[in-house]
C-alpha cells in the first residue's frame, strides 16, 4: 500500500513526511486528507478485472438489512447487474472495467451523475429494474469500491488507478454532547494515533470463458468437483474464495454450459472457518457465497446455483479484510512487527504488493489477531452457557449486571409507628416490587430509585434520614422534594394535564366538570392579575406553566442522583409518564461527565392516546423527544405503539422500521429507538399463597352467604369518570328493568377506590354513582346492589382475592383505560372451581387484547352490554371452562419477572450483546464477542465522528485556498421533517433566509479573499436570490446545481446566471410532466407545483404526510410511464417530487467549483474543503469531494469533464473569472502541501460524509466562529436553569 499527497513515487521504502512549511499552526489531524494506493498480484482470466473497496468496507447507503447491515448483498447485485448492462451509460460495461473504452470511476460516477440510475426503458434483468428512474434511498448508488487496472507489462500486478481517498477524523470524543459540537481541551490526549483502514479484494469476472491459459475453462454442469477446482487453480483464484449471484440470470456462461459466478471475493481462511461435521473431505470443498438483490435472506453455500446440502451459512460481510495502519500525526504508513522489508515486495513507484488470497500476507495480520480472540471468548462463552440453565446466563465470576429501576413511587409501603416514632417499610403490591424467588433479582443485581408516600407526615431532616437508611437496606434510594414542588409535579402536571392527555382526554373533553382543570389541586399560589382571566376556564392554562417547570425540576433532580449512581454498562428502566424526561435529561448528565455510561429502558403503564389528541399540549414534543432518548421503548399493547409512533411521524417527523424478531424501530438522532410490546401478568405464586389465607376463605363465605341465591357480578374500579362505572350501572339497572326475573337472582357487588390523585374528578363521579345506586335500589330493592367506596388505591388483596373467589363474573365496563391487573386476578383465582367465572371486558381497556377468553364489550352500546352480560350468567359449564382454559397459561406464567426479562432481552438483542442475553461490558469495548461484519460495523462508526469546531477552525487558519460549500434547507435554514402533521411553512411558497447571524457570519467568510463561499439549493434560482443573494462574494447554485451565479461583486446589484448544459429538451419534458402533475395538484390537498431551471416539481411537503406520500408514488409511476423517451429521472426527497436531467445531481456543481477554484492563480490548488448538507442528495456532494481530491494529479484521460456552460441572464464575468471555461487536465502546484477536507452531514445517520453535526444550529454555531473565533449557541442551554430557579 502507498500513502501519499503527491504524485511522487514515495512509498514503503520512503515514508511521506508532511509539509508543513509556515502554515504549522495546529496539531490537529482532523479533516486531513490521505491518498492511498494499493497493488495486489492477481492471476485473472481475460475478461475479468480487479477492484478494491474504497473508504467504506461496503454501500453505507441505507440497503443494507438486519442481516447483511453493511450492504454486501446489493454490492454484488448492482456488479452483476451493470456488468451485463450494454451501452453507454457509465456504470454499462465500463465501469466495471471489462472491455468498455470509457472506464468511469465509482467515485467519478457518483459525482457526475453517470451510472447512478438506469436510463428510463433499458431492459436489465434484476429486480432493480422496477425501480427504473427512481430516486430511492434503499437504492444502492453507492458502490464503494475503486477500480484496479493491470498491463501486458505489469500482469498480473494490479494497480488502483486512482488513489483511495481517506479523511482522518478525530477520535471519537466521549464528550459528544448534545448540546455541544466542542469538546474541552483535555479530550486532545488520545490513546490512539492509528487509523485502521479496512479493505478487501473484489474480482469481477463477466466474460471469464476461455480456454487460454487464463482462462477459467469450460465445464459441464455434471463436472466432478475435483475438475471444477482443478479449473479454479488455474487461475490462482481459491477454491471457497467464490460469490455468486444465483438468483439472477447472471453468468458467464450462455451456451448451455455450468455457470460461472459473478463476482469472487477472496478468503484464504476458509478451511478454518468451515465446520468439521460439514468438511468430510476439505479438498474436494468448494462453498460459494450466494447474494440476491431480490432476497436477503440467510447465504447458504453451493455451487454455481446448484444445491449442496449441509454447507454451513456464511454472510458475505463476515469475510476476511485486510488493515491498513495510518500515523494520524504524520500521514504515514505504520509498519508492523512482522513486516520484514527485506521478504516485502514493491511495485516500481513504491506500493507494497498484496497477494490475492495470500494469506500469508502482513495485511493480515489485524484480522488473524482478532479472529484468534474473538475464537477464545466464544470458547470460554460456551463454557458458562454449559453449566447454566437459565434463560440468563450469567458469568458467576464476574459482578452480577446492575439495573437501576426508576419510578416516581417506589414500589414500598411506609408507616410510622405512633408510638415509638419508628419508620417500618415493607414491598407493595407491584410488578415493580421485588419478588421472592425471582430469577430477575439471582441474576441481576437491582436498585430501586423513586419517592416514596407516608401514611404520617415526613416533619424534619431526621425522618428523611431514617427513612433513607431503612429504604437503603431494601435497595432502594429514596428522594425528596419541597411540598410546593412535588404538588406541581405530581397532582398538576402529571394528573392535570398527562393524565388527562395520555388517557384520550382533549380540551373539548375539558368541559366537563369531571375534566376541568383543578388550579386547587396543588399548594402553589394562584396565578392572578386582576382582569377577567382569572376565572378558572378550562380554556385558561397559564397554570401549566408553573407545572411544566416543577416538572423538568423533577425530571432534572432524577437526571443528576441516578447519573451519581450508575456505571459503565449499567441498565436504567424507567417507569410510567411521571419521569418522561428522564432518558433526555440522563444523556445530557451523562454527557457532562465525558461517557454514555447507561442503556436505557423507558416503560408506560397507561395507553398512549393518538396524535391528534397529544398535539394539543403545548409540551408535547418535548416529552417525545424525552421518551426517544430511552434505547428502548415499551408499551403492553400494539394499540398504545402504534399511537406513539403515529405521534412520533406526525409531530416529529419520524419514520418507523420493523427490525428483525418481530420489533419496531425509530429513527431518532442517529440511532434506532426500539419499540417493544409486552403483557405482564399477576405474581402466580402470591395470589397462590393469598387464597389458602384464612381471612379470604372466610372472606368469600361470607359474601356467598350474604348474597345466597344470589349470582355474584363483581367489580372493583376506581372512582374516576373513565373507569365506565356509571354507565355499568345504568347498564345493570336496565338489565333488571328489562329481565325482572334477574330482580331476585343477580347481585352487583361493586368496589369503588377514591385515590385522591383527581379530586374533581373523583368528587364528581362519587355523587353520580350514589345518585344511581340509590336510584337502582330504591327501584329494585337493596338486595341487588352491595356497594362500597373504600379510600386509597387499592384494596387488601385478601378482599380482593376473597371476592373473585365468591364471584360468577368479573364486569369492566372502562371508557379509556390501561393495562388493568384485577381481570387477569380474577382468572386466576378461578383456579379449582366447579364453573369458573367469566371477564366482561371493555373494548377499550388494557386487557381486551390480553383475554382471549373474556366476553367483549362496548360500554357505549347498551344493548350489546346487556346481551352479553345475559350470556355470561347463563354460559354453560363447559363453555366456562373452555374460556378459562384460554387463558389461564399465560396469567399463570406471565409474571413480572418474566416480564423483566423478556423486555431486558429485547434491550441486549438490540445492543449486539451476548445471545444469553448479558451485556458484557468488557468484551463490548474489546469486541471480542463481536462477529466480523459487527466489528466491522463498529469500527466505521467510530470513525464517523462528530465535528468539532476547534479542528475546523484549526484547519481553517492554517490554510489559505479554501472552498465552504453549504446545501441551503436543513443546513444554514432549520427545517421541519417532511413527515410532520404541522409545519410552520410551506416548503417552496416563500425562501426562508437564515438566521441574522448566519447572513452576517457569510458576508464576513465571503470578504476573505483566501475564501470561495457557494450556498447550492434545490430550490429556484429566484427564491435562492431573494434570500441570500445580496450577500456580495458569495456563489449561488440553484435547481440542484444546474444553473448558478458566481460570487456577486462588490457594488454589484444584480447577478450574473449560468447554466449547465445537460442535454436534454426541457420544454418538451415541461410539458408533459405540468400536465399530469396538475392532475395530481387538484386531487391533493396542500400540494403545487415548483418549476426551476432544468426542473419541475410537485410539492407534498404541506400535504397530510400519509396522503402525500402515496400520492407521490403514484405520480411517479405516471411520470415515469409517459416521459420513458426522455433522460430524466426521478428525486423524491424533503416533500417534493422533482423530474430532472439523469445526469443532474448536486455533485457536479460541486466538482466544477473546486475544479475552478484550483485551477486559479496558476494552477495554485485547493487545501481546505468544507462541505456540509442534510439530505441524500447532498451525499453527491460528499463523493464529488473525494473524487475531486483523487484525481488531482493522477489519471487525466479517465477525467470526465463538466457538462458546457451556458449564460442565462445578462451581466459581465471578470476575465480572471474561470466558471465559463475548465481546464481538461489539472495538474496543481500544491501537491506537497496538507489538504483538509471536512464532509459534513446534518444529522448523524447513513452518510459517504466522514462527520456530522446535530442540526442547523450547530451549522449556524460553526459557521460564526470561523467568521469571529467566538464561540456562539443557538440552543436553549438555559431552559432548565430556569426551572431549576422558579422553586428555588
Same mark, same amino acid.
Request: charged share 25%; aromatic share 8%; net charge negative.
Given at each position: ?24 499552526? !495546529? ?44 450492504? %454486501? ?17 457509465? /456504470? ?16 467519478? %460516477? ?97 466474460? %471469464? ?28 483464484? $481459491? ?23 459473478? %463476482? ?225 409535579? &405530581? ?65 432534572? !433532580? ?136 384464612? !381471612? ?24 374516576? &369518570? ?49 345518585? =344511581? ?74 386487557? /381486551? ?46 409474571? $413480572? ?58 484547519? &481553517? ?6 472552498? #465552504? ?46 475564501? !470561495? ?62 400536465? #399530469? ?10 400540494? /403545487? ?6 426542473? #419541475? ?19 411517479? =409511476? ?100 474561470? /466558471? ?69
Amino acid at each position: 500500500s502507498f500513502l501519499h499527497e503527491t504524485t511522487d513515487s514515495i512509498g514503503y521504502r520512503q515514508q511521506l513526511e508532511p509539509t508543513m512549511e509556515d502554515n504549522s499552526t !495546529t496539531n490537529s489531524t482532523a479533516g486531513r486528507v490521505v491518498r492511498v494506493h494499493l497493488a495486489c498480484r492477481a492471476h485473472l482470466p481475460i475478461g475479468s478485472s480487479l477492484r478494491v473497496t474504497g473508504s467504506h468496507l461496503w454501500d453505507p447507503s441505507e440497503s443494507g438489512s438486519a442481516s447483511d447491515m453493511s450492504g %454486501a448483498r446489493r454490492v454484488v447485485a448492482i456488479t452483476g447487474r451493470d456488468a451485463y448492462t450494454a451501452g453507454d451509460s457509465g /456504470f454499462a460495461g465500463g465501469s466495471l472495467g471489462i472491455g468498455a473504452p470509457n472506464v468511469v470511476n465509482e467515485v467519478e %460516477a457518483a459525482a457526475s451523475g453517470e451510472g447512478t440510475m438506469t436510463p428510463l426503458g433499458r431492459n436489465v434483468a434484476s429486480p432493480e429494474n422496477a425501480l427504473i428512474g427512481v430516486h430511492d434511498s434503499h437504492a444502492p448508488y453507492y458502490v464503494s469500491s475503486v477500480e484496479m487496472v493491470t498491463s501486458p507489462e505489469t500482469y498480473p500486478i494490479w494497480r488502483t488507478r486512482r488513489p483511495v481517498v481517506l479523511v482522518l477524523t478525530d477520535k471519537k470524543s466521549k464528550r459528544e454532547s448534545v448540546d455541544d459540537m466542542d469538546d474541552d481541551d483535555d479530550d486532545d490526549d488520545n490513546d490512539s494515533t492509528v487509523f485502521h483502514h479496512n479493505y478487501r479484494y473484489l474480482v469481477v469476472t463477466p466474460g %471469464a470463458e476461455t480456454d487460454s491459459a487464463h482462462g477459467l475453462g469450460r465445464f459441464d454442469s455434471d463436472s466432478d468437483m475435483d475438475d471444477i477446482n482443478n479449473l479454479l487453480n488455474k487461475t490462482k483464484i $481459491s477454491s471457497g474464495s467464490l460469490s455468486a449471484l444465483n438468483n439472477f440470470p447472471l453468468t458467464s456462461n450462455d451456451s448451455g454450459g455450468a455457470e460461472f459466478p459473478v %463476482a469472487l471475493w477472496e478468503n484464504p481462511f476458509l478451511s478454518e472457518q468451515a465446520d468439521d461435521d460439514v468438511m468430510e473431505d476439505s479438498t474436494r470443498e468448494m462453498s460459494t457465497y450466494s447474494a440476491s438483490g431480490s432476497s436477503f435472506g440467510a447465504l447458504t453455500a453451493s455451487v454455481m446455483g446448484n444445491s449442496q446440502r449441509g454447507k454451513r451459512q456464511i454472510v458475505l460481510e463476515d469475510l476476511p479484510y485486510r488493515t491498513l495502519n495510518i500515523d494520524i500525526n504524520t500521514a504515514s504508513f505504520v509498519r508492523s512487527e512482522n513486516m520484514d522489508k527485506d521478504t516485502l515486495e514493491f511495485t516500481d513507484d513504491g506500493v507494497i504488493i498484496d497477494n490475492w488470497n495470500g494469506h500469508n500476507d502482513v495485511t493480515f495480520d489485524a484480522y488473524r489477531l482478532r479472529e484468534g480472540l474473538r475464537k477464545a471468548y466464544q470458547e470460554r462463552a460456551t463454557d458458562i452457557a454449559a453449566d447454566g440453565d437459565s434463560d440468563m446466563v450469567i458469568d458467576t465470576q464476574k459482578p452480577r449486571k446492575r439495573i437501576f429501576i426508576v419510578c416516581y413511587h417506589l414500589p414500598v409501603i411506609v408507616s410510622k409507628d405512633p408510638e415509638t416514632g419508628e419508620w417500618m417499610a415493607c414491598w407493595a403490591e407491584s410488578i415493580l416490587a421485588r419478588t421472592a424467588n425471582s430469577a430477575f433479582v439471582s441474576s441481576f443485581d437491582p436498585h430501586w430509585v423513586g419517592t416514596c408516600t407516608t401514611s404520617s407526615p415526613i416533619e424534619n431532616e431526621a425522618d428523611r434520614q431514617a427513612l433513607r437508611t431503612l429504604l437503603a437496606s431494601m435497595d432502594c434510594t429514596v428522594l425528596f422534594f419541597d411540598e410546593k414542588v412535588r404538588d406541581a409535579h &405530581y397532582k398538576g402536571f402529571c394528573k392535570q394535564v398527562l393524565w388527562m392527555v395520555f388517557h384520550h382526554v382533549d380540551l373539548l373533553d375539558s368541559r366537563d366538570p369531571a375534566f376541568g382543570m383543578d388550579f386547587n389541586a396543588t399548594s402553589t399560589e394562584k396565578y392572578t392579575d386582576g382582569t377577567l382571566l382569572d376565572l378558572e376556564s378550562p380554556w385558561d392554562q397559564r397554570q401549566i406553566v408553573k407545572w411544566w417547570e416543577a416538572f423538568n425540576l423533577v425530571n432534572r !433532580t432524577f437526571a443528576v442522583e441516578v447519573t451519581k449512581m450508575v456505571q459503565p454498562d449499567d441498565v436504567v428502566w424507567v417507569h410510567d409518564y411521571h419521569l418522561s424526561l428522564l432518558p433526555r435529561m440522563m444523556s445530557e448528565e451523562e454527557a457532562k461527565i465525558g461517557s454514555r455510561l447507561t442503556k436505557k429502558i423507558f416503560y408506560l403503564h397507561i395507553p398512549f392516546p393518538v396524535s391528534m389528541i397529544f398535539k394539543e399540549i403545548e409540551f408535547g414534543a418535548t416529552v417525545l423527544e424525552g421518551i426517544l432518548h430511552a434505547d428502548i421503548v415499551g408499551f403492553h399493547g400494539f394499540t398504545d405503539a402504534r399511537h406513539f409512533l403515529s405521534s412520533a411521524k406526525r409531530i416529529l417527523g419520524l419514520s418507523h422500521d420493523s427490525l428483525e424478531g418481530g420489533l419496531l424501530g425509530v429513527k431518532y438522532k442517529g440511532r434506532t429507538v426500539v419499540v417493544t410490546m409486552s403483557s405482564v401478568s399477576v405474581e402466580p405464586e402470591m395470589v397462590d399463597a393469598v387464597m389458602d389465607f384464612p !381471612t379470604t376463605i372466610s372472606g368469600a363465605a361470607e359474601l356467598k352467604s350474604k348474597h345466597s341465591g344470589r349470582a355474584i357480578i363483581a367489580g372493583v374500579d376506581v372512582a374516576q &369518570y373513565l373507569s365506565g362505572v356509571s354507565l355499568k350501572l345504568a347498564t345493570y339497572g336496565r338489565l333488571l328493568q328489562d329481565s325482572p326475573s334477574w330482580r331476585d337472582k343477580l347481585v352487583l357487588v361493586q368496589r369503588c377506590l377514591i385515590p385522591g390523585a383527581r379530586r374533581l374528578d373523583e368528587a364528581r363521579t362519587i355523587r353520580e354513582i350514589r345518585g =344511581i345506586v340509590s336510584q337502582i335500589k330504591s327501584k329494585y330493592g337493596d338486595g341487588v346492589i352491595d356497594y362500597e367506596e373504600v379510600y386509597g388505591s387499592s384494596m387488601p388483596i385478601d378482599q380482593r382475592v376473597a371476592l373473585w373467589r365468591a364471584a360468577d363474573c368479573l364486569f369492566s365496563a372502562d371508557v379509556r383505560g390501561g393495562l388493568n391487573m384485577m381481570p387477569l386476578e380474577f382468572v386466576f383465582a378461578q383456579k379449582g372451581k366447579d364453573s369458573p367465572g367469566i371477564v366482561i371486558a371493555s373494548e377499550f381497556s388494557g386487557v /381486551f387484547s390480553i383475554l382471549n377468553g373474556a366476553l367483549r364489550i362496548s360500554p357505549y352500546d347498551m344493548k350489546l352490554t346487556l346481551a352479553t352480560v345475559d350470556r355470561a350468567l347463563t354460559m354453560s359449564k363447559q363453555e366456562r371452562e373452555g374460556r378459562h382454559l384460554r387463558d389461564i397459561d399465560f396469567v399463570s406464567s406471565s409474571g $413480572s419477572d418474566k416480564w423483566i426479562q423478556g423486555v431486558l432481552r429485547d434491550l441486549f438483542d438490540q445492543t449486539e450483546s451476548l445471545g444469553d442475553g448479558e451485556i458484557d461490558s468488557e468484551e463490548n469495548r474489546s469486541s471480542e464477542g463481536k462477529s466480523v461484519g459487527a466489528f466491522l460495523a463498529t469500527a466505521q462508526e467510530e470513525q464517523f465522528t462528530r465535528l468539532r469546531s476547534k479542528s475546523v477552525i484549526s484547519a &481553517y487558519k492554517s490554510t489559505s485556498k479554501r472552498v #465552504i460549500v453549504l446545501d441551503f434547507n436543513g443546513t444554514i435554514v432549520l427545517k421541519q421533517a417532511v413527515d410532520s402533521y404541522l409545519k410552520r411553512d410551506s416548503a417552496g411558497s416563500t425562501m426562508d433566509a437564515p438566521p441574522t447571524d448566519v447572513i452576517n457570519s457569510l458576508r464576513v467568510l465571503c470578504a476573505d479573499p483566501k475564501n !470561495t463561499v457557494f450556498v447550492v439549493s434545490g430550490d429556484n434560482k429566484e427564491n435562492v436570490e431573494q434570500a441570500i443573494g445580496h450577500i456580495p462574494g458569495l456563489g449561488l447554485a440553484a435547481s440542484n446545481g444546474s444553473c448558478f451565479s458566481p460570487p456577486l461583486r462588490e457594488g454589484s446589484s444584480y447577478r450574473t446566471w449560468l447554466a449547465l448544459d445537460l442535454g436534454v429538451d426541457w420544454a418538451s419534458v415541461e410539458g408533459v410532466a405540468l400536465r #399530469i402533475m396538475a392532475k395530481f395538484t387538484a386531487r391533493t390537498n396542500g400540494s /403545487f407545483i415548483k418549476r426551476a431551471h432544468s426542473s #419541475i416539481g410537485w410539492s407534498y411537503y404541506s400535504c397530510d404526510p400519509e396522503f402525500g406520500s402515496l400520492q407521490a408514488k403514484y405520480l411517479v =409511476i405516471e411520470l415515469e410511464r409517459e416521459l420513458a423517451a426522455f433522460d430524466v429521472r426521478f428525486v423524491n426527497l424533503k416533500g417534493i417530487v422533482e423530474v430532472i436531467p439523469r445526469k443532474l445531481n448536486k455533485g457536479i456543481i460541486v466538482k466544477k467549483i473546486l475544479r475552478d477554484v484550483a485551477a486559479r492563480n496558476n494552477n495554485a490548488g485547493v487545501d481546505f474543503v468544507l462541505c456540509m448538507g442534510d439530505d441524500i442528495s447532498d451525499e453527491k456532494m460528499f463523493t464529488s469531494v473525494f473524487s475531486f481530491v483523487s484525481e488531482m494529479n493522477e489519471d487525466y484521460s479517465n477525467v470526465v469533464p463538466s457538462p458546457p456552460v451556458i449564460q442565462l441572464s445578462q451581466g459581465t464575468l471578470l476575465a480572471s473569472q474561470p /466558471f465559463l471555461l475548465e481546464k481538461p487536465v489539472l495538474q496543481c502546484n500544491n501537491q506537497n502541501e496538507q489538504i483538509y477536507a471536512f464532509t459534513v452531514s446534518v444529522g448523524k445517520k447513513e452518510s459517504h460524509a466522514s462527520q456530522y453535526v446535530d442540526d442547523a444550529r450547530d451549522v449556524a454555531d460553526l459557521l460564526v466562529e470561523l467568521s469571529s473565533g467566538k464561540r456562539a449557541s443557538f440552543r436553549r442551554g438555559t431552559e432548565d436553569e430556569m426551572h431549576l430557579m422558579q422553586f428555588s
